[in-house]
């Protein structure tokens, strides 16, 4: 059946060098058998559920929320499309519905990668640049979540850090420096003009009570910027997971 498919990993690299989120824990890889004294390698992970390629589900914000193991095959494997924001987009800009409706054929029910460029900065890249990547990617507003929601979307896919401008995350806390950055850049004197605080992680808190859930640090090769494809995303059949790191998959 597959025969008549390309497949391509959207899925980054895994390793105890892989950045979690800022302020989670990085992960810990060891050796607790080795071939040198049992005759067998046996590994020990210790890590955050989002370190790497994940899915984030319902449960990691909403307390009634699907696990992870209740998100059936049926929602994670569809169809899709990707938009390529790239040229449109830098450093703490707002993308827009009408910046990813203008570059690709999107419709009600798709899941849709959203391709920022800053996959370009991720840990295991060349140009890699985490501070970057992670504080200073372009994310959306209020308009792109309620977007969302009119178009029914299964789910998301980002090539950056979350789904959610960093600006409108703990991000803007810990970093005072770079949200005066921000609010220079976007030519507001307070960044709540943009990102108020009952929309505190809006991509979270707003469209997982409505199902719609994301995979964020996802990548994408060219060949499939703004084409129409397959997408699956195949996490750990994990019961009582809030999120879990996943293998995300483009059919062609």
Same mark, same amino acid.
């Given at each position: ?16 060098? @892989? ?9 810990? =890889? ?6 040198? @004294? ?32 209740? #998100? ?5 494997? *569809?169809?899709? =499309?990707?938009?390529? %924001?790239?040229?449109?987009? *830098?450093?703490?800009? =707002?993308?827009? &519905? ?39 990617? !372009? ?26 401008? !960093?600006?409108?995350? %703990? /991000?803007?806390? #810990? ?23 009952? *929309? ?11 199902? /719609? %859930?994301? #995979?964020?640090?996802?990548?994408? !090769? ?6 129409? #494809?397959? %997408? ?11 999120? &879990? ?8």
């Amino acid at each position: 059946m597959l025969d008549e498919y390309e497949l391509y990993d959207l899925t980054q690299p895994w390793s105890q060098d @892989t950045p979690a989120w800022p302020t989670y824990d990085n992960p810990k =890889v060891w050796y607790e058998k080795s071939l040198d @004294t049992e005759k067998v390698n046996g590994q020990k992970i210790e890590f955050m559920n989002h370190t790497g390629t994940h899915l984030d589900g319902e449960k990691h914000f909403v307390a009634s929320g699907r696990d992870i193991e209740q #998100v059936g095959l049926d929602e994670l494997v *569809g169809d899709g =499309v990707v938009a390529d %924001i790239s040229d449109m987009v *830098g450093d703490y800009d =707002v993308y827009t &519905s009408e910046m990813i409706e203008e570059v690709c054929d999107v419709r009600e029910g798709d899941i849709l990668f959203i391709h920022t460029g800053y996959q370009d900065y991720a840990w295991h890249t060349e140009e890699a640049d985490p501070h970057r990547y992670f504080c200073k990617h !372009p994310g959306p507003n209020a308009e792109f979540a309620e977007w969302c929601q009119e178009m029914n979307l299964n789910y998301l896919l980002l090539d950056c850090g979350s789904a959610d401008h !960093p600006m409108n995350t %703990i /991000i803007r806390d #810990v970093r005072p420096e770079l949200a005066e950055e921000a609010a220079d850049h976007l030519e507001v004197g307070d960044l709540d003009e943009i990102f108020p605080p009952e *929309g505190y992680q809006l991509m979270h808190t707003e469209l997982f009570p409505e199902g /719609i %859930i994301h #995979v964020e640090n996802a990548q994408v !090769p060219e060949e499939l910027l703004n084409e129409r #494809v397959q %997408i699956g995303t195949f996490p750990w059949r994990f019961r009582g997971g809030e999120s &879990s790191v996943c293998r995300c998959v483009a059919f062609e």
